[in-house]
Structure formats: C-alpha cells, structure tokens
C-alpha cells in the first residue's frame, strides 16, 4: 500500500523538510510514502480566496484517482487517538484500495468540494494548524501507525 501526503505550496522550512525526511527514511522498506505538491495559489485580497481554493482544489482532483482512499485533514473532522489511527490505516490495507492519500489544505484552507468528495475528514487538532506543521505531525503518525501495528515500541 501506498501512503501519499497531498498538499499546495512547498516546504519552506527546514525544520520541517528534515523531520519529514527523517520519517520518510525510517518507513522505507515498511510502506511506501511519499509527498505529492501541487501549485498554491496566491491572492492580494481576501474576496478572491474561494476562486483560489476552487483551482487548488481541482489540482489536488487531478491526483486523485478511484483507486485512492481519500483522508481529509480538517478541524470539523473526526479525532482519532494514535491506536486507533493505526487500527484505521490496518483496516484500509486490506480493503482493495491502491494507495491511502491524505490532503491537507494551503494556508487558504480547501476547497468544500474536495472535502464533500473525501472518504473521511480527519481532525489533527480542534485549533487551526499550519498546513506544514500538519504535514509533520501526520508523517510522524504514520509511522508511528506502522510501529502500533507491528507491535513495535515508539519513543520518538
């Protein structure tokens, strides 16, 4: 199975690519992950954010394929503890979908399509995170959800 991170914009900090590298590195062999961007859209004001999470949001369409099982990050969403986010990663191995892929929205938000059309919202966090940091922590959960379901202890 595979795992992908969806998200607009880059990394632009480098405490954040290295503690993603450092997640990447160690699920290797163990599931395949990887980090998909694709271009954010720029606004000068604030009434143009709803046409800019529309493009975002068919960009983010545009990777998707039927075959995904697709996990929306979202503060409405539902909060999972780590045992049973690995219980739920388990659950979707066995269900016949290709790859697990997990969108996070820009520092705009995302668009309400993409969210009405996942398979699952997800919550982080009630508070509002930076779409960065949430790519670390859901790195760091997915490889904690590996160590869960092989039995492994995790002090990281």
Known sequence: MKISIIYPGKIKDDYIKKGIEKYKKMLTGKVKFEL???????????????????????????ILVKYDYSIVLDEKGKNLDSIAFSKFIDKLKVSGKSRIAIVIGSALGLSEDIKKESNYLLSVSPMT???????????????RSVKIS??????Y
Not at 150 to 155: D, I, L
């Open 36 to 62: 998909i961007s694709v271009k954010d859209e720029t606004i000068s004001k604030k009434s143009e954010i709803e046409k800019a999470l529309k493009i975002e949001g068919e960009r983010i369409k545009n």
């Open 129 to 143: 995170l930076p779409h960065q940091i949430a790519m670390l922590v859901m790195s760091e959960q997915i490889f």
């Open 150 to 155: 092989n039995g492994e202890t995790y002090h």
